[in-house]
């Protein structure tokens, strides 16, 4: 258990729907990360935030969109869901904000139907 | 470029065979972090090791051990003595350090079967 809970396990939902999905960090680590992994792209990094403020953007969608609480976690939002969104997103966190390795949560499988 | 390449995409051994999962790495950097990650059937991605550029001693951790080697870009991980709960996908992982972030780029994966 790598002490990072992602809610919901699973997700399914038709296009043109928004869902939210929910990542706590472990305790004491501010940087929170946001992955999708697909077949066709592997493993992608979507966004990053460190104690609330955005720090890095890699190739998250216009319709996708996150946000970093004051109590430190995270929720990524997915909207206008089309069926290439289905996969698994990945929440991860670290102490710091650049090197450290970054812990992972269990994932939200998420299928657009 | 910065990236990582995984050359096998799939490796199938018999239990109690030593393998070894290649991973090359590009960065224009001379200060970054090399990582393995493995996924086991469950999905979950569970950290393994970090290495900064600066250290290039080998480290081994039970039946696991890792060859960093910069002359060739490469970054090497050996599971000795291999069990059927290693069959996984093993993910190795860049952060160049002039990112200024803590983006993980990853390879590929290897798929590893470990048969009984």
């Known amino acids: 258990d790598s002490g990072v809970t992602q809610t919901p396990k699973h997700l399914i939902t038709a296009t043109g729907q928004r869902v939210t999905l929910r990542c706590s960090p472990r305790?004491?680590?501010?940087?929170v990360y946001w992955y999708q992994q697909s077949l066709d792209q592997g493993l992608q990094f979507l966004i990053q935030?460190?104690?609330?403020?955005?720090?890095a953007k890699g190739n998250i969608l216009e319709r996708f969109s996150a946000q970093q609480f004051p109590d430190l976690h995270s929720e990524l939002n997915l909207s206008s869901l089309e069926l290439g969104d289905s996969a698994l997103y990945f929440c991860a966190s670290s102490v710091g904000m650049e090197t450290r390795e970054q812990y992972f949560g269990p994932g939200t499988r998420l299928l657009v139907l | 470029a910065q990236k990582v390449t995984q050359a096998q995409t799939e490796i199938s051994v018999v239990e109690k065979e030593d393998v070894t999962l290649d991973c090359v790495y590009e960065?224009?950097?001379?200060?970054?972090?090399l990582f393995w990650y493995k996924q086991p059937p469950s999905g979950e991605l569970v950290f393994l090791i970090r290495r900064n550029s600066f250290d290039e001693q080998n480290e081994i951790s039970g039946r696991y051990s890792w060859n960093f080697q910069k002359s060739t870009s490469s970054f090497n991980f050996t599971i000795t003595a291999s069990q059927v709960v290693d069959s996984a996908v093993y993910f190795c992982?860049?952060?160049?350090?002039?990112?200024?972030?803590?983006?993980?780029?990853f390879g590929q994966g290897t798929t590893l079967q470990v048969k009984p």
């Open positions: 992982a860049l952060i160049p350090f002039s990112g200024n972030t803590g983006k993980l780029i």
């Open positions: 935030y460190y104690n609330g403020e955005e720090r």
């Open positions: 305790s004491g680590d501010l940087s």
């Open positions: 960065t224009r950097d001379t200060t970054y972090y």
